[in-house]
């Protein structure tokens, strides 16, 4: 049995199906990666073992050649959608399944890939806000805001088809009927199906089930990290009381000034020292003293168990390795699902949400004391003991029963 995970975006998108494939590979099944060639990426599947599959171009890549070209989303998606087919198209010869996830261009592309090859085809989404409810708004696009007259959750949803089929129904639909498929008048319900993965904690993300789809929650996909940390980090560590990490992972940063000397001016008006990830924005050291140190990709489940408090933007992976480490956060969210992250932290009482996404030395003080506060790492370590770790070996075993019941009923399509 051969599968093909595909993702398109950042380590966020590339990192759970990781979790996935090496869940598949202890079950026999031979997974195959489609996820961009970014050396970070490159990097990780060849640590763990995956074979990978080029995407259409690496993500860094392709930011910054959109942001050079000045189009719009219709025509990125435009771009996208036939380059990535015929790789993913390319990976997916004599595999009996595509998971997919990441950008939706990439998705709506791999899922035309299964249609054509009549594999078995499963979406992926990390947050809950990701798929139709009557529970909770859809998130918002660029160029797309929610009318001020609609309120009703389920309105939104209808404007939300509405905004994908104008960002993304031409380009799908025009690659579609050029390799013999039919167009969709909702390409939004098509490509997300009608029984999507939720692959987050039922803890941190709950799912409410609905009479929209049938969602099913698996739980977070979790890479495992065995590997020690560096000895200079270990020896940082060692050398006083437990530090803040600081990191934004793959958000660059670029509309705060100096995000490093913020965070650390910050840290230090609480009288800690600071641990600080390099990550897209590059974040360095400001000085030479000694309460710094700066660290490149590290294992995250080791180093967040090791600190008193994580500030970060609020990626689903992030949050959840922070929640499992037992550590307290501060988010400061940036795009997409992080404002969610950033709320469910504060919910659950395990952290502060940052007012905004951009931070100063002042802003940062406030949501620091709570996090350092006793009270909060008492709960943030007790809510730890709750974060499941078996996703990926859920969702691996649901993929594998799938494949074998198509099977055996002789037929193979997207559900």
């Known amino acids: 049995m051969r599968v093909l995970l595909s993702t398109y975006g950042s380590r966020g998108d590339v990192q759970p199906l990781v979790a996935l494939g090496l869940a598949l590979q202890s079950m026999g099944v031979e997974p195959l ?43 990125l998606a435009a771009k996208m959608v036939p380059s990535q087919y015929e790789a993913i198209a390319a990976a997916a010869e004599g595999c009996d399944a595509i998971v997919a996830t990441g950008l939706f261009p990439s998705v709506a592309a791999a899922q035309s890939v299964a249609e054509m090859l009549g594999l078995h085809f499963s979406w992926a989404a990390f947050c809950p806000l990701m798929v139709p409810s009557p529970h909770h708004p859809p998130m918002e696009y660029p160029g797309w805001p929610h009318p001020p007259e609609l309120t009703d959750n389920l309105a939104l949803w209808a404007f939300n088809a509405q905004a994908k089929n104008a960002l993304f129904g031409e380009a799908v639909n025009t690659y579609r009927a050029s390799i013999g498929l039919p167009t969709l008048a909702n390409v939004r319900d098509h490509v997300f199906t009608h029984r999507p993965w939720l692959a987050s904690d039922p803890v941190l993300g709950p799912w409410r089930p609905t009479d929209l789809n049938d969602t099913v929650q698996t739980g977070a996909w979790i890479q495992p990290d065995s590997r020690p940390l560096p000895a200079e980090l270990e020896a940082f560590l060692a050398s006083g009381a437990p530090p803040v990490y600081v990191g934004f992972g793959s958000m660059a940063m670029q509309a705060a000034e100096d995000p490093a ?34 660290v490149g990709e590290v294992n995250q489940q080791a180093l967040f168990a090791r600190v008193a408090a994580v500030v970060h933007h609020g990626g689903a992976g992030t949050t959840t390795a922070a929640a499992r480490a037992g550590a307290p956060q501060v988010v400061v969210p940036q795009v997409a699902d992080q404002p969610f992250w950033a709320s469910r932290v504060t919910e659950l009482d395990i952290g502060a949400a940052h007012d905004g996404p951009i931070p100063s030395a002042g802003s940062l003080l406030a949501p620091l004391r709570t996090v350092l506060a006793a009270g909060t790492r008492e709960r943030a370590f007790a809510l730890a003991k709750t974060i499941r770790s078996n996703g990926a070996v859920v969702a691996a075993e649901m993929l594998i029963a799938a494949i074998q019941g198509e099977s055996r009923l002789g037929s193979r399509r997207p559900h």
């Open 33 to 75: 990666v489609s996820a961009p060639a970014d050396a970070e990426f490159v990097e990780l599947l060849e640590r763990e073992g995956l074979p990978m599959a080029p995407a259409f171009m690496p993500v860094r890549q392709w930011i910054e050649q959109a942001k050079q070209s000045g189009l719009k989303l219709p025509e």
């Open 261 to 294: 000397r913020t965070a650390i001016e910050a840290v230090r008006a609480q009288g800690r020292r600071v641990i600080l990830g390099r990550g897209w924005a590059n974040l360095a050291l400001i000085d030479d003293q000694e309460d710094c140190f700066v």
